[in-house]
Structures are given as structure tokens and as C-alpha cells.
């Protein structure tokens, strides 16, 4: 008994199995547009219930609720970084800028260099 396929049936059978050669994560980035890392998370039931709650509301996955979940933390980080450089600054004692009359005498005698 012999089986007759259709040569579009044979390319997409022999597309398929040079695929099965290839490591599972760069089709699944290839195929999918998929990010290229991978991070499994175990939640409790409540914490499971919470972000699939979320995601049906957003119409989303789980996946992208804790995408966004991350990058939210991250710039909050990032804000309270900066507002924490900022208050350094702010704390600062910069004293004020003399007159440059002033302050040509100040390098003069730091530098001791006579320069017109």
C-alpha cells in the first residue's frame, strides 16, 4: 500500500521536521516574535486568582499583566532614584559665585600663574 500526498502537504511536512532540529526557543522567537527569556514564577492560589483576574479584565495573558507589573516597578524605582539625587543636590552647601573680578584673583593665587 502506497500513500500519494500533494507536493504542498510534502514542503509543509518537510518544513516541520527540519523545524523539530531546531532548539524549541529560537522557533518559538522566530515563529511567535516571543521575548528570547524565560522565567518560571509559583504563586499561591490568591496571588494565581489576583493576575488572572487582572488578565481577563484586560483582555491580556497573565504573561503580559506581569510584564507590565515589572516595568511598572521598575521606572517606580527609577523615579525614587532620581528624587533621591535630586534631594542630595538640593542638600548641597554650593556656596555663592563671586564677582569675577573676584574670582580671577582667587584662581591667581591658586594657580599662581600671571596671565594678561
Do not use: W
Not at 500533494?6 to 511567535?32: C, E, F, M
Amino acid at each position: 500500500m502506497s500513500i500519494v500526498c500533494d507536493p504542498g502537504v510534502t514542503k509543509y511536512i518537510r518544513t516541520l521536521a527540519s523545524v523539530q532540529d531546531v532548539p524549541y526557543n529560537i522557533v518559538r522567537k522566530a515563529v511567535y516574535g516571543m521575548v528570547t527569556k524565560r522565567v518560571e514564577i509559583r504563586f499561591d492560589e490568591e496571588t494565581a486568582e489576583v493576575l488572572a483576574n487582572l488578565a481577563h479584565e484586560r483582555q491580556t495573558t497573565v504573561s503580559d499583566v506581569v510584564r507590565e507589573a515589572v516595568r511598572r516597578l521598575d521606572d517606580e524605582a527609577q523615579r525614587e532614584r532620581l528624587r533621591r539625587i535630586v534631594d542630595e543636590i538640593a542638600a548641597m552647601e554650593i556656596e555663592k559665585m563671586p564677582d569675577p573680578d573676584e574670582l580671577n584673583r582667587q584662581l591667581d593665587s591658586t594657580y599662581d600663574i600671571d596671565l594678561p
